[in-house]
């Protein structure tokens, strides 16, 4: 009976606005472990040539939730909604990746950061289905992994549009993303 009563005292201590952070991120992907969504676009040869400035010519946006399992040493963590942005620019067929943890912000926003100062985005379901993905508030994210090699790209808000609008795209176009340590890796 004690400890339900610790649990309960717990439970209430945790503001309402804590408790309402997770239903925004359930939104994009439901508490199931592994469980995933994606989306994604593609700019278009003639789009391209009406907009000579876009760097930009395609984006895919994932993110996944991920349970770290209770063991006998330590018990279960937070939950953690990892995300992966591939990025293609104009000039090159190569994905530059991104790869963190996304977060519901003081605002209601979903923030999507690379750990290592690496930036990241803001990110919103729009009533379509479809999501913006915005760089506006970091003002960058680095497309590569926190401790990679040098040859990643970055995307600045003075060198790209702030703001893109993906189409929803089956599950399985963004690969599983595990999360290892807390950093988010490629399976």
Same mark, same amino acid.
């Given at each position: 009976?004690?400890?339900?009563?610790?649990?309960?005292?717990?439970?209430?201590?945790?503001?309402?606005?804590?408790?309402?952070?997770?239903?925004?991120?359930?939104?994009?992907?439901?508490?199931?472990?592994?469980?995933?969504?994606?989306?994604?676009?593609?700019?278009?040869?003639?789009?391209?040539?009406?907009?000579?400035?876009?760097?930009?010519?395609?984006?895919?946006?994932?993110?996944?939730?991920?349970?770290?399992?209770?063991?006998?040493?330590?018990?279960?963590?937070?939950?953690?909604?990892?995300?992966?942005?591939?990025?293609?620019?104009?000039?090159?067929?190569?994905?530059?990746?991104?790869?963190?943890?996304?977060?519901?912000?003081?605002?209601?926003?979903?923030?999507?950061?690379?750990?290592?100062?690496?930036?990241?985005?803001?990110?919103?379901?729009? @009533? =379509?289905?479809?999501?913006?993905?915005?760089?506006?508030?970091?003002?960058?994210? *680095?497309?590569? +992994?926190? !401790? %990679? $090699?040098?040859?990643?790209?970055?995307?600045?808000?003075?060198?790209? @549009? =702030?703001?893109?609008?993906?189409?929803?795209?089956?599950?399985?176009?963004?690969? *599983?993303?595990? +999360?290892? !340590? %807390? $950093?988010?890796?490629?399976?």
């Amino acid at each position: 009976m004690r400890h339900l009563i610790v649990a309960l005292t717990l439970l209430l201590a945790v503001p309402a606005s804590a408790q309402e952070d997770l239903s925004a991120l359930e939104a994009f992907v439901p508490r199931i472990n592994d469980a995933r969504a994606c989306w994604a676009t593609a700019f278009g040869q003639s789009y391209l040539a009406e907009h000579p400035r876009q760097q930009v010519t395609s984006m895919r946006f994932g993110i996944q939730f991920a349970a770290e399992p209770a063991t006998v040493e330590h018990p279960p963590g937070p939950p953690l909604w990892n995300f992966e942005l591939g990025v293609t620019l104009r000039g090159s067929d190569a994905e530059h990746v991104a790869q963190g943890n996304c977060y519901t912000n003081a605002s209601g926003t979903i923030a999507c950061l690379v750990e290592c100062d690496g930036g990241g985005v803001d990110v919103g379901k729009l @009533a =379509n289905g479809d999501v913006s993905v915005d760089l506006t508030d970091t003002g960058f994210i *680095r497309l590569l +992994a926190c !401790g %990679g $090699d040098s040859t990643g790209a970055m995307l600045l808000t003075s060198t790209v @549009a =702030n703001s893109y609008q993906l189409q929803s795209v089956a599950p399985a176009s963004c690969a *599983r993303i595990i +999360a290892p !340590g %807390g $950093d988010a890796e490629v399976e």
